[in-house]
């Protein structure tokens, strides 16, 4: 591999934050995004491919160039555009924050709207059948059972969806609402869409209150956010059937947080302890009440 060029971070704003890595305003015309340690060049490249992929099928999302040594790291650097976090875009404007949640809605409709030829991305629904076996150890058989099922029962769908749909991961430049973070883009219904959204404001907050200051949001915020994406991306639905995709959500989002922690052993042993047993007690609730 060529000599990667070198650039420096020190002093530049953080402007987007994901599971990977760190985005930054590195100049008024330029953006990158730093990986985290671990991450391999390999994973680094895939990223930049799908970003690019992205952009073509006209996801909003800033065209990723070349790769580049930070310090001890690698990172991406995206086309010169000025950006601001959705954090400090509201919290400059607190007026702006129904706004920002419908734009928001309206970005993740529009991806919604494309599709992917088969085998173009990873299917969702398969990657979740994979990871159940992960959760069998904690389930009662007639639960776990029970819930392979429900899986089983969401439809196929070439749908686009971002898998990561957060506020880290989305960016204001000038009027327009810009995704990051493209490494987890997926097919699938958008159900699984809505499974990101509630782990991110809602579950992950609930087991430990920090997750919704990484977001530079409080929790009671949080949790509004999250009822809010509910309501706007199922426009017109009644009470009962929002609360039906929330639970939906819910039970997939553990499942998914249960992989990763299963998967990041460098976690603190109490950390992964604490989250997969609030995950499993509130799968285990929702599954009795499908029962």
């Given at each position: 591999?060529?000599?990667?060029?070198?650039?420096?971070?020190?002093?530049?704003?953080?402007?987007?934050?994901?599971?990977?890595?760190?985005?930054?305003?590195?100049?008024?015309?330029?953006?990158?995004?730093?990986?985290?340690?671990?991450?391999?060049?390999?994973?680094?490249?895939?990223?930049?491919?799908?970003?690019?992929?992205?952009?073509?099928?006209?996801?909003?999302?800033?065209?990723?160039?070349?790769?580049?040594?930070?310090?001890?790291?690698?990172?991406?650097?995206?086309?010169?555009?000025?950006?601001?976090?959705?954090?400090?875009?509201?919290?400059?404007?607190?007026?702006?924050?129904?706004?920002?949640?419908?734009?928001?809605?309206?970005?993740?409709?529009?991806?919604?709207?494309?599709?992917?030829?088969?085998?173009?991305?990873?299917?969702?629904?398969?990657?979740?059948?994979?990871?159940?076996?992960?959760?069998?150890?904690?389930?009662?058989?007639?639960?776990?059972?029970?819930?392979?099922?429900?899986?089983?029962?969401?439809?196929?769908?070439?749908?686009?969806i971002h898998a990561d749909f957060?506020?880290?991961?989305?960016?204001?430049?000038?009027?327009?609402?810009?995704?990051?973070?493209?490494?987890?883009?997926?097919?699938?219904?958008?159900?699984?869409?809505?499974?990101?959204?509630?782990?991110?404001?809602?579950?992950?907050?609930?087991?430990?209150?920090?997750?919704?200051?990484?977001?530079?949001?409080?929790?009671?915020?949080?949790?509004?956010?999250?009822?809010?994406?509910?309501?706007?991306?199922?426009?017109?639905?009644?009470?009962?059937?929002?609360?039906?995709?929330?639970?939906?959500?819910?039970?997939?989002?553990?499942?998914?947080?249960?992989?990763?922690?299963?998967?990041?052993?460098?976690?603190?042993?109490?950390?992964?302890?604490?989250?997969?047993?609030?995950?499993?007690?509130?799968?285990?609730?929702?599954?009795?009440?499908?029962?």
């Amino acid at each position: 591999m060529k000599k990667l060029r070198e650039i420096s971070i020190d002093g530049c704003p953080e402007i987007g934050r994901g599971a990977h890595g760190i985005v930054y305003q590195t100049a008024p015309d330029m953006l990158v995004k730093v990986y985290n340690e671990n991450t391999s060049i390999e994973a680094i490249r895939k990223e930049r491919e799908l970003a690019r992929w992205a952009f073509v099928k006209g996801i909003p999302t800033a065209i990723p160039f070349d790769i580049v040594r930070v310090g001890d790291r690698c990172g991406i650097v995206f086309e010169h555009l000025e950006a601001q976090s959705s954090a400090d875009y509201i919290r400059e404007s607190p007026e702006r924050f129904e706004s920002f949640l419908v734009r928001s809605v309206a970005l993740m409709k529009q991806i919604h709207a494309i599709t992917a030829q088969p085998g173009e991305l990873p299917d969702m629904k398969q990657q979740t059948l994979r990871w159940l076996p992960k959760v069998r150890p904690f389930l009662a058989e007639d639960l776990y059972a029970g819930l392979c099922a429900f899986v089983d029962t969401i439809p196929n769908r070439n749908t686009i969806i971002h898998a990561d749909f957060h506020m880290n991961n989305i960016l204001i430049c000038g009027d327009e609402l810009m995704l990051i973070d493209m490494d987890t883009l997926s097919t699938g219904d958008p159900i699984f869409e809505l499974a990101t959204v509630f782990v991110s404001y809602r579950q992950f907050p609930s087991i430990e209150p920090k997750a919704a200051y990484m977001l530079g949001i409080d929790g009671e915020t949080a949790a509004k956010i999250c009822d809010r994406i509910f309501e706007l991306y199922l426009d017109g639905a009644k009470e009962e059937q929002i609360r039906e995709a929330k639970h939906t959500a819910q039970l997939l989002g553990c499942i998914r947080i249960i992989d990763y922690v299963d998967r990041h052993t460098d976690l603190p042993a109490p950390d992964r302890k604490k989250v997969t047993e609030r995950c499993v007690q509130d799968m285990t609730e929702l599954l009795r009440m499908r029962a």
